[in-house]
């Protein structure tokens, strides 16, 4: 792998990394000011939802030529809530089960999708595209190579070692 295609990959993970931990942060916040206690939405013990860092790299791609912000923000909450809505279902089929629930939320549709998320998810994306993303890439370029790689590696290690040690204990 070339010089180029490496930084190109790291940015695309450091990305995924801040996305996924953005909507465990924002899942955690949602749950408590919605249920009025805390529980954790990660996914294998670590503070991610890796659905927001594929959901938010898969935004970009789509809407990278959008340069409207309200179209950026319509468009990504609409297209975020109708992959949530899609999934619902899906996930329902498949696991006989309804894997989250939307019913405590004003403006809610069947408890699958809410009005309140797609306005956060529309937020979230534009924040994301139009901030975010552009800054890693700044910053990865910035870095020195060695330093970004040794960085990623220890990011990696520590979570691999957090899942382990769930497991074992």
């Known amino acids: 792998m070339n010089k180029q295609n490496l930084l190109k990959a790291e940015i695309i993970y450091t990305e995924f990394v801040l996305a996924s931990f953005t909507g465990w942060v ?3 916040i949602a749950t408590y000011i919605v249920c009025g206690g805390y529980y954790d939405r990660g996914i294998l013990h670590l503070p991610m939802c890796p659905i927001y860092g594929f959901g938010m790299l898969i935004l970009s791609y789509i809407l990278v030529n959008i340069k409207n912000p309200l179209a950026l923000f319509v468009l990504s909450g609409g297209i975020a809530t109708g ?3 899609f999934c619902s279902y899906v996930l329902e089929h498949i696991f006989r ?5 939307y019913e405590p939320w004003p403006l809610n549709f069947q ?4 009005l309140v998320s797609s306005v956060v998810f529309g937020l979230l ?3 994301f595209i139009k901030g975010v993303a552009p800054f890693t890439e700044k910053m990865c370029h910035a870095v020195r190579s060695l330093v970004l790689h040794i960085s990623l590696i220890i990011f990696t290690a520590v979570c691999i070692v957090i899942q382990v040690s769930a497991i074992v204990c």
């Open 26 to 28: 924002y899942e955690i």
């Open 83 to 85: 992959f949530e809505l």
């Open 97 to 101: 089960m309804q894997l989250w629930t």
């Open 111 to 114: 408890g699958r999708i809410s």
């Open 125 to 127: 994306a534009l924040i």
